[in-house]
């Protein structure tokens, strides 16, 4: 029988099959063998020396303990490797000392060498005249051409350095360390750190009074007139004790005083008044001139001719005893005083803006300036302004009763009111009566500020509602506008019913006004309709008194009525204060910088305190460009204001656009209600003529033809009967 090809090849296939199957399911055991590297013998070496081997042969020590000592009671201590040695001292006790066993001893040592006393003698030797003769050498010195720039110096330098070697003044010891400093010296370096503590360094006090205002003469660096202060006060009465008492006259007095001596201050002058001073101002070429404003409108000048040159030649010369036997204040009665104002007085009609000869307010004159000293108003007309080269002798005072006042205090010698007050009373030069802009009525006035180094007419004041307004009393009318408003702005954003406390113009800017209100306090500029700054609102307290700081651009002081100063520093952050500082337990009413002294503020309460503090370097000197960073900053804001106006007014009007298309789709929706209205229901007229229609010919049914109407369905029983 012949095999089948096919047969063998199935076989041959299962038996690889099978072969494969065995391969794959053997598992031989691995066996190592050595790494074998070229560079075997130096890993070897390399690693060995990292391995510690002794070098000297171990230490053996053993511990012994007397048997006697087995079971005693020990106090073990865990100590690290670090601590120290356990070191005992001296100890009494001569059982311890039988346990340790001194095996050092240590000693001091020191040679030297032997001491002989003997008598010795010195040889004299007699001073003798003798005669010295010096033979002159000349050396000729040859300058280059070059040096002439070094010869034309020493020319110029030497008679000023011998001049000042005789005088002995090359250096000025009177010249005060705090006005030397370098601007950069008050700037943090490393962990170095300036204070910001406002230090009391004298305070005076005259009790149940309010300080109205604090003022400084006008003094120089070196003048010990810049240690001279006043202030002035009211009685500190309700308005019921103050409606009592209105009708009488009581004496209130402005207070100078003099603060040199250490942590004392000592009064000078009392200059007297028969009514309360609210405002007064020294001359600012003549100090010993003072001008004040009452309660009740009155204007007050008093002349102390020369007292307080007298005081700065015999200041320092009395000792503290003879100041404190002096008990006696000198009293200086008014030299003159205006003509009192009828309060029940007409007002004047709006037409008539400038008067001439006003007795004086007719509400209570809440402020008085002195005008700068380049210049002067023109006696015969009004609104002509004079370059000013002599004494200041105007000033002008604003009240509540709208009148700003301008005065002169130079008389005629036939007319003078000082001699003949009944013939010639004090009044007031010119009068200006502010209206509201558009005819709103009175504007009354508490503050107004000039600008020291101004030479226009023009002035910024506030007004008993919080208002800022500038007036200028040199706009001269035209043609179109015979007479003209001289209140050239208003900035009534800020306008409520309270009054501005406060009102500063900046030293550094003359665009830049601050205005402090009860809460908060604003800054402005001139071109802007709205505070271009905005403080934060005061919690707790309100705001009585601020300023701008003299030295320092970005740096603005107010005072509360909790007895807190609160210091603004621009420089370091604008949302809050830096400083909250605790001055005295009742609440503050003025405050003033020292113009030459730029670290004296003086602060006064409401009982009739005066504070002298001193502040820190960190808040008088100014740090860096100051003034530059400063004006940067309004200039941010001048534009966040600008932007924020001009968004509002897009948004208003996209506001408008949206209401007036949400007009158009409400019309045209009731335009559609009102379309299928009157296809669904027929109107009034229409309803009528249907029921008359029916009415006929039910009339017609009933009477004419004979028909009953259909049976109700609940009298159905009564038609049956």
Request: charged share 30%.
């Amino acid at each position: 029988m012949d095999e089948d090809p096919r047969d063998e090849i199935s076989e041959s296939g299962s038996d690889e099959s099978e072969s494969s199957e065995i391969i794959e399911n053997i598992d031989k055991p691995f066996i190592p063998k050595p790494w074998v590297t070229p560079t075997v013998e130096e890993t070897a070496n390399e690693i060995s020396a990292f391995a510690y081997k002794n070098s000297r042969p171990l230490i053996r020590m053993q511990f012994i303990k007397k048997r006697r000592d087995f079971g005693q009671p020990c106090k073990l201590n865990d100590k690290e490797a670090i601590d120290p040695i356990e070191i005992r001292q001296q100890q009494n006790d001569p059982s311890f000392m039988t346990h340790v066993k001194k095996r050092v001893l240590e000693m001091g040592l020191q040679a030297a060498n032997q001491t002989v006393e003997a008598a010795t003698q010195v040889v004299y030797n007699r001073k003798v005249n003798k005669k010295i003769r010096a033979i002159p050498e000349k050396q000729s010195s040859n300058l280059e051409e070059d040096d002439g720039n070094l010869l034309g110096f020493l020319s110029n330098a030497y008679p000023l350095m011998e001049d000042a070697l005789q005088c002995n003044e090359t250096i000025d010891i009177f010249q005060d360390d705090f006005d030397i400093l370098k601007e950069e010296e008050i700037v943090t370096e490393g962990n170095e750190t300036t204070t910001n503590d406002i230090k009391e360094i004298k305070s005076y006090t005259l009790n149940d009074k309010k300080v109205t205002c604090i003022s400084f003469p006008p003094s120089t660096a070196n003048s010990p007139l810049r240690y001279i202060i006043a202030e002035s006060f009211v009685e500190n009465w309700n308005f019921e004790k103050r409606l009592e008492e209105s009708l009488k006259s009581n004496e209130s007095f402005i207070l100078i005083l003099e603060f040199e001596e250490l942590h004392m201050v000592q009064p000078l002058y009392r200059l007297v008044s028969p009514v309360e001073i609210t405002s007064f101002d020294f001359n600012p070429l003549n100090p010993n001139k003072i001008v004040g404003c009452a309660i009740n409108g009155q204007v007050l000048l008093w002349d102390l001719k020369g007292a307080l040159k007298v005081a700065e030649k015999s200041t320092g010369k009395k000792t503290k005893r003879e100041k404190r036997e002096d008990q006696e204040i000198p009293r200086v009665l008014p030299e003159v005083i205006s003509a009192p104002q009828e309060p029940n007085s007409i007002p004047p009609p709006s037409s008539e803006l400038v008067r001439k000869n006003v007795n004086s307010h007719k509400g209570p004159a809440l402020c008085v300036r002195w005008l700068p000293k380049a210049i002067k108003m023109d006696l015969k007309t009004f609104s002509n302004v004079l370059p000013n080269t002599a004494e200041v002798t105007q000033f002008v005072s604003i009240g509540v009763d709208g009148q700003i006042l301008f005065w002169e205090t130079k008389f005629p010698s036939e007319q003078d009111p000082r001699v003949y007050p009944e013939m010639y009373p004090w009044r007031a030069n010119y009068a200006i009566q502010l209206f509201r802009p558009g005819g709103g009525g009175l504007l009354g006035g508490v503050q107004l500020v000039f600008h020291k180094d101004q030479k226009n007419s023009s002035f910024f004041a506030a007004s008993d509602e919080g208002e800022l307004f500038q007036v200028d009393w040199g706009v001269k009318p035209t043609e179109e506008n015979a007479k003209p408003d001289m209140i050239t702005n208003l900035w009534s954003s800020e306008r409520a019913l309270r009054s501005c406390v406060a009102l500063d113009r900046s030293p550094f800017f003359d665009d830049i006004i601050l205005t402090v209100f009860d809460f908060h306090f604003c800054i402005w500029r001139t071109d802007i309709e709205v505070p271009i700054f905005s403080s934060m609102i005061i919690q707790g307290a309100h705001i009585t008194c601020g300023a701008f700081s003299p030295s320092r651009p970005g740096v603005v002081i107010v005072g509360r009525s909790d007895g807190y100063l609160n210091v603004w520093d621009f420089v370091d952050q604008s949302h809050k204060y830096i400083i909250h500082q605790n001055v005295a337990s009742v609440g503050l009413s003025a405050l003033r910088f020292h113009e030459t002294m730029v670290n004296i503020l003086a602060v006064g309460d409401m009982l009739g305190n005066l504070h002298v503090l001193e502040l820190p370097k960190s808040l008088c000197k100014k740090i860096g460009s100051e003034e530059a960073t400063i004006a940067e900053f309004w200039r941010r804001e001048v534009e966040r204001v600008r932007y924020v106006d001009k968004r509002w007014n897009v948004r208003t009007e996209d506001l408008k656009k949206k209401k007036a298309e949400q007009e158009k789709l409400e019309a045209a929706e009731s335009k559609k209600e009102a379309a299928k209205k009157d296809e669904n229901e027929m109107s009034d007229d229409e309803k009528e003529e249907q029921e008359y229609a029916a009415f006929v010919k039910q009339y017609i049914e009933e009477q004419i033809e004979g028909k009953l109407p259909p049976p109700q369905p609940g009298n159905a029983k009564g038609a049956k009967r």
